[in-house]
């Protein structure tokens, strides 16, 4: 057999198909392996590159080969997409992962550290809980309206909420009251998670110069700066971006130029 010389890996939840190539593109292997026989057939493979959709999973598994010796590369999975021939199904999905990335210039998305992808969790946590709140307030509103009580969804309501449904001219029922009373206490528990998650945030912030680089520019507040640092991965230069452009660059609106989407490489622009 050929000496394999790029890997193409179609990822799974227990099963993982790969495609193998040498140096020439032509297919030496295609097999199916679960995650543990994967990862044993790989530690004893010679080192070479090892291709990914960036899905759920890739970076931790970017993050074991990058240990063995091998070279691991995430493509987002719209780069991939073209370059299927066939029905779609697992090994085809694998075949075309290493068909993109033969292309010389195909973009990668950079890989996460462990904390990148703890922040990123961090941020996630923090999204459905805002929605959450914004549920909460859409339900008192919801549930006084059906009372014939009009209120302005708000968080202001919901703080407000016990002292206003004991108002008497409401004639509001008591097992009414005692529900919504319930919905006030949930609702400051979850503010408090909010604010919590909000103060690791801030925290998480003074420790890292590239977000600190994103408060110079006008208009980011703590919470974007720490997302997009979670989000554009292990491979950002000393100046934020992969190709050395300015994070302002990378967050201005994406032009309809080609010739400047091609110039923008960065693993901002690549990642979202």
């Not at 493979?45 to 074991?64: D, I, N, Q, S, T």
């Not at 021939?85 to 973009?107: G, L, Q, V, W, Y």
């Not at 004991?166 to 503010?191: C, F, G, I, M, N």
């Not at 998650?197 to 912030?205: A, V």
Request: glycine residues 6%.
């Amino acid at each position: 057999m050929e000496a394999i010389a790029l890997i193409g890996i179609d990822l799974g939840k227990r099963t993982y198909h790969v495609h193998a190539q040498d140096r020439v593109g032509r297919m030496v292997m295609r097999k199916a392996f679960t995650r543990s026989q994967l990862l044993t057939y790989l530690v004893r493979l010679p080192a070479c590159r090892v291709v990914m959709e960036a899905c759920a999973g890739a970076h931790w598994f970017a993050r074991k080969l990058l240990a063995m010796g091998h070279e691991p590369k995430l493509i987002a999975p719209q780069y991939v997409r073209p370059f299927v021939k066939t029905n779609k199904h697992d090994f085809a999905d694998a075949e075309a992962i290493c068909e993109a990335s033969s292309r010389p210039a195909m973009r990668y998305v950079a890989t996460k550290s462990v904390d990148q992808q703890c922040l990123s969790v961090l941020h996630r946590l923090r999204e459905s809980w805002v929605s959450e709140r914004t549920a909460m307030m859409n339900q008192a509103h919801g549930f006084l309206l059906e009372f014939g009580v009009s209120a302005v969804p708000s968080k202001a309501l919901l703080l407000k909420l016990p002292e206003l449904i004991d108002r008497p001219e409401l004639e509001l029922p008591e097992t009414l009251k005692a529900l919504l009373v319930r919905l006030s206490e949930r609702y400051r528990d979850l503010q408090d998670q909010i604010d919590a998650l909000d103060r690791e945030i801030s925290n998480r912030l003074k420790q890292d110069e590239a977000a600190q680089r994103l408060l110079e520019i006008p208009g980011i507040g703590p919470v974007t700066a720490s997302l997009i640092a979670a989000e554009a991965g292990a491979g950002a230069c000393p100046r934020f971006c992969v190709n050395g452009h300015e994070a302002g660059d990378c967050l201005a609106p994406r032009s309809s130029d080609d010739r400047k989407e091609e110039e923008c490489g960065c693993a901002v622009c690549v990642a979202g």
